[in-house]
Structure formats: structure tokens, C-alpha cells
């Protein structure tokens, strides 16, 4: 039965994509609807994406956004279109697939058996046994920026950016994407943040996620991210402190709070949105075709 939809952000990807892979993982995981988002690219990333669309319309979906709103929006938009189907288990997927598509299966097998859990985080963890293949720069870069991270929030989080995560569906997990986000580069600690506001203690946000120490991952050639984005990454940090940590936990969810985040976040609004292949964003007009 289909009760798993995972979005794949996707900006200008229309060179980096290996469709054969998207195609195999559906095939073998009938149970798995893959959320293909078109961020507004400038080459040709969505025809693409719609090819892919149809070789299994069942398992692959499009959903185009008008212009470039930044990967935070593209997959906010994406969970929330993938939540309104009635999807069990909903996540985000990096598009160059440096995290193998089949750990989604892992990942759900662990919210299935552990009902108390409601969030997976993939962490690439360098131990003997497990292939992972980053640059040294990097991952010292990253791993300066996750100690960073977690003495902010104050939970023991070892990677943050890991574009590997799935979700629980629930009232609490809904919440966290009802409202844009203030970062973009660094969105994936504000959901931590907004996780620290919507469970209300440390204690009970280390109970409802589990990080999972990825297999494999390979850092893919034609990333986007430059080493000078490190120096971005903290001074959103900083915003999300100050939001989040230093003022009232839940502003963020009131009206006057969002407009406030709308203000700080340029060039953020509340756009229309093109949807093919029976995904809508709308909330309470999609339904999840069933296999």
C-alpha cells in the first residue's frame, strides 16, 4: 500500500539527474510515491521531471513551482502537498541523491517499529563499515557548523544538514510546516527550532527523533554550496536564536509572528503554485491515489 511520499527538491538539476535510479527505487518500493518539485528552474529541469513523471505516474509526481523560492520553500511546499494526500510518513530527499533512495525504506521500518518516534534525521557518520565519501574541507566545515548548532538548540544533534529526513504525519509534524521559513540555507536546524516550540521540552524533542547513521553517501560533483556559504549558515543561526531561543517560543506561529518572518525572509510570499500529476498543495483537495 502507498503511504509513503518523499519530496525531491529540484533547481536547474536537468544535467545532475540519474533518472534510471528514480525509476528503479519506485519499481522496487511500490509502497513509495516520490514528490518531484520543479523550484522555478531556468534550464530544463521540468521537462525532465515530467518525463520521468511518466514512466510511473502511479509512484512519480511533479509539482512546478513558478519561480526560484529557495530550497526551504520547495520543500516546505512539497511536504505540506504530500501531507494532504493522507500520506503516513512524509520527508524530503536531496535531488542528486548523494543518500541512496533505498534508506527511505530503512528509515520508515524505524518509525514503523518505534511508535514513539515522529522524526528521522539521516546522519553521515564516519565509521569503519559505513562507505562515506565527502571531501575533508567539508566535512570539518560541517562538522564545526553541527557542533555550532547543537549548543544553540541545546540538543545532542549530530548532523544537521543531511538532506535525508522523514516524518511522522501528525498535528505536531504538520505544524512545523504551516509557516515559511525565516532561513533558507540552514531550514533543516529552524525545524529543530520550531520542534523545540511545537513538543515543548528538550526532553521530549530527543524522545520523538532518532538519527539515522547513514550506510553510504558520496558528495556529488555540482553542489551549490561554496565554503563561504559557512559564514552564511551562521548568520542564520543567529536569526533563528533570536526568533526561537531568546523570545517567546511560539511567535513564529501567530499571525503577527509570521508576518514578522515574512518581513525578515526578502522576496517571501505566498504564490501560486502549478501541480501536475494528481498533487495539489492545497491542503484538504488532494487525495493519495492508492497503487
Request: hydrophobic share 45%; with cysteine; charged share 25%.
Amino acid at each position: 500500500m502507498l503511504d509513503t511520499i518523499v519530496v525531491i527538491p529540484c533547481y536547474n538539476e536537468a544535467e545532475r539527474l540519474d533518472i534510471d535510479r528514480f525509476v528503479r527505487f519506485v519499481t522496487g518500493d511500490p509502497s513509495c510515491r516520490l514528490l518531484l518539485v520543479d523550484d522555478g528552474s531556468l534550464d530544463d529541469t521540468r521537462a525532465v521531471l515530467e518525463a520521468l513523471a511518466e514512466c510511473d505516474p502511479q509512484h512519480l509526481a511533479v509539482l512546478a513551482l513558478p519561480q526560484n523560492q529557495g530550497k526551504a520553500e520547495a520543500v516546505r511546499l512539497g511536504v505540506l502537498a504530500a501531507m494532504a494526500q493522507g500520506a503516513k510518513y512524509v520527508g524530503y530527499w536531496d535531488a542528486d541523491l548523494a543518500t541512496p533512495l533505498e534508506g527511505i525504506g530503512e528509515f520508515r521500518q524505524r518509525l514503523v517499529g518505534e511508535q514513539q518516534l515522529e522524526v528521522i534525521f539521516g546522519a553521515r557518520v564516519r565509521m569503519l563499515g559505513r562507505n562515506i565519501q565527502r571531501r575533508p574541507s567539508r566535512h570539518l566545515l560541517g562538522r564545526a557548523f553541527a557542533t555550532v548548532a547543537s549548543l544553540t538548540l541545546g540538543l545532542g544533534v549530530y548532523d544537521t544538514q543531511c538532506g535525508a529526513k522523514l516524518f511522522r504525519v501528525s498535528p505536531r509534524t504538520e505544524r512545523l510546516f504551516r509557516q515559511p521559513f525565516l532561513t533558507n540555507w540552514i531550514f533543516d536546524v529552524e525545524l529543530m527550532a520550531r520542534m523545540l516550540s511545537v513538543w515543548g521540552s528538550r526532553q521530549s524533542v530527543a524522545a520523538a527523533m532518532y538519527e539515522m547513521p547513514l550506510d553510504q553517501w558520496r558528495e556529488v560533483a555540482g553542489s551549490k554550496l561554496k565554503p563561504r556559504d559557512f559564514v552564511k549558515a551562521l548568520f542564520e543561526l543567529v536569526l533563528i536564536y533570536r526568533a526561537y531561543l531568546a523570545g517567546s517560543a511560539d511567535a513564529w506561529e501567530s499571525e503577527v509572528g509570521a508576518s514578522g518572518f515574512l518581513e525578515a525572509r526578502s522576496g517571501q510570499s505566498d504564490r501560486p503554485v502549478n501541480v501536475s500529476r494528481n498533487v495539489d498543495a492545497r491542503p484538504r483537495q488532494a487525495t493519495l491515489i492508492p497503487p
